[in-house]
């Protein structure tokens, strides 16, 4: 399996500020590396699909990067509404595996 | 706009078998990967397996042959049935569309399904 590993685990921050979340991936998933927002009691959101594009209706302060291993998911100008568990995902092999997650608090 | 809601019991004896259904409103099932992904209280997520809208199906292998999953195109449903559950499978687990290999773009909310003794 491929293992996708977050960091940080945990990562306070405040209103405007700018986070940035890296994923590593265990071997080359290509571009096929995926991002969500997780809330509770809310279904999972995808951010950023093949790495790097916004998904239809995510705000334009979320944006991603990266290819092959390393990955990463920066948030411009944190809203109250950006505080949640944030998990990368990829999508290149069989079984797909999702990194441990990242909880964005204040 | 395409919406999955999941359904079962909330509650499963240890060493029985765990059935959940979603349903799909607002689009077809047709043309898209269906799966099932979950997540243990304090854990990560965790994909169980697809089912495509032909019936072939892929599996997490984690889940050692425990798993089976069905379509029925005339209700807009697919189903997970899980078999010879424990406490380890107590967890909240979504139904969510897979668009290729762009991701998982709809969830549904979630149903928690516990394992008891």
């Known amino acids: 399996d491929v293992q996708m590993t977050q960091s940080p685990s945990f990562l306070s921050a405040s209103v405007g500020d700018r986070v940035t979340i890296t994923c590593r991936a265990s071997q080359t998933v290509e571009t096929y590396l995926n991002w969500y927002q997780v809330k509770p009691g809310k279904a999972p959101r995808l951010l950023i699909y093949a790495a790097s594009s916004l998904q239809s209706g995510v705000p334009s302060r979320f944006s991603g990067s990266g290819s092959g291993t390393y990955f990463t998911l920066t948030i411009n100008s944190l809203q109250p509404e950006d505080f949640a568990t944030y998990y990368c995902q990829q999508g290149f092999a069989s079984p797909r595996t999702f990194g441990q997650g990242t909880k964005v608090d204040i | 706009q395409v919406q999955l809601q999941e359904s079962g019991p909330g509650v499963v004896r240890s060493s029985g078998t765990l059935s959940l259904t979603c349903t799909v409103s607002?689009?077809?099932?047709?043309?898209?990967?269906w799966n099932w992904v979950r997540q243990p209280p304090g854990k990560p997520l965790e994909w169980l397996g697809f089912?495509?809208?032909?019936?072939?199906?892929n599996y997490n292998p984690s889940l050692k042959g425990r798993v089976t999953m069905s379509l029925d195109t005339s209700k807009n449903q697919f189903s997970l049935t899980m078999r010879s559950v424990t406490g380890v499978d107590t967890a909240l687990y979504y139904c969510?569309?897979?668009?290729?290999?762009?991701?998982?773009?709809?969830w549904g909310q979630g149903t928690m399904v516990t394992v008891s003794s």
């Open positions: 969510t569309r897979e668009v290729g290999d762009d991701g998982f773009d709809i």
């Open positions: 607002g689009g077809s099932i047709g043309g898209y990967y």
């Open positions: 089912i495509y809208k032909t019936g072939s199906t």
